[in-house]
């Protein structure tokens, strides 16, 4: 049970606030962002909400490196976790991305991987060895955070791709959860699921955030204020790179949002 491993996996993982500075992105010639500055707080919920195309998407996939992906893309300023740069020259992505993990908009297990091994894969592409014993230890914990573990528990050798698309999802947070990741990052993880699915995936956010630091993009103005503490409103205006109009506490921009942009926004007259 013992090795050089031990240890670089915490049950427990701990949050930690990320900060994005002057942020400013790029599709070739196009800017899609312009100098986003804003601070997720650690073991918080933070939403991203905004009108289509004003990319809050982009701005996602800037904190755990994805961005860089698109052969086109490019980026300036900074994404500080913990206060360290996530871009910093020598810092491997392997780390960065289990340190921020991500959810996606579709579920996207690996269809004909078990339920069991769809969990520990994350464990395999970061290189941390684990013995049989504590990989079914991390695979029960994962679960039951995810809420999924009392609905599997007993079909863990089944196909990840045989679950209902709300199980999927969870699947995919509780891969997430298996690096013990002090951020997650999710992209509309709801859009694509029934309403009893999306209830349950928001129950889950909402048990996971006092030990991930959560930040969800999502278009659902009711979901931003059922789970998020504090809120980001994008817009891009006449054809101009998206940008943070207005930041705050969720209750605040709800009720008593300083711009009328934001007011008209959250109260449906737009977008």
């Known amino acids: 049970m013992g090795g050089?491993?031990?240890g670089e996996y915490e049950h427990t993982p701990t949050a930690r606030t990320l900060e994005?500075?002057?942020?400013?992105?790029w599709f070739g010639d196009h800017k899609v962002l312009d100098r986003v500055s804003l601070e997720m707080p650690a073991g918080?919920?933070?939403a991203l909400i905004g009108p289509s195309g004003c990319g809050k998407s982009t701005f996602l996939r800037i904190l755990n490196?994805?961005?860089?992906l698109v052969p086109s893309a490019s980026l300036a300023g900074e994404v500080l976790l913990d206060g360290d740069d996530v871009y910093a020259s020598g810092r491997r992505l392997t780390e960065v991305r289990a340190r921020i993990g991500m959810v996606f908009q579709k579920p996207n297990p690996f269809p004909a991987m078990s339920i069991y091994d769809n969990v520990t894969s994350g464990l395999k592409l970061t290189g941390v060895r684990k013995s049989r014993d504590?990989?079914?230890?991390?695979?029960e914990y994962s679960?039951?955070?995810?809420?999924?573990?009392?609905?599997?528990?007993?079909?863990?050798?089944?196909?990840g791709g045989a679950l209902s698309g709300g199980q999927q999802q969870r699947l995919c947070i509780a891969r997430s959860l298996a690096v013990a990741p002090e951020?997650?990052?999710m992209d509309e993880p709801c859009s694509a699921l029934d309403p009893t699915s999306t209830n349950r995936i928001e129950e889950t956010i909402k048990e996971l955030a006092d030990e991930v630091t959560i930040v969800i993009v999502t278009h659902n103005m009711q979901q931003a204020a059922r789970i998020s503490d504090r809120c980001a409103f994008f817009l891009a205006r006449a054809g101009s790179p998206g940008?943070?109009?207005?930041?705050?506490?969720?209750e605040a921009m709800f009720n008593a949002p300083q711009d009328q942009a934001t007011y008209d926004y959250v109260n449906g007259r737009f977008g």
């Open 4 to 6: 050089e491993d031990e």
């Open 20 to 25: 994005a500075r002057a942020v400013s992105a």
């Open 44 to 46: 918080r919920v933070t």
């Open 65 to 68: 490196r994805m961005h860089e």
């Open 134 to 139: 504590e990989q079914d230890e991390i695979v």
């Open 143 to 159: 679960l039951t955070r995810a809420g999924l573990w009392t609905e599997v528990r007993d079909r863990l050798k089944q196909p």
């Open 183 to 185: 951020v997650l990052l």
């Open 243 to 250: 940008r943070i109009v207005e930041y705050g506490d969720t």
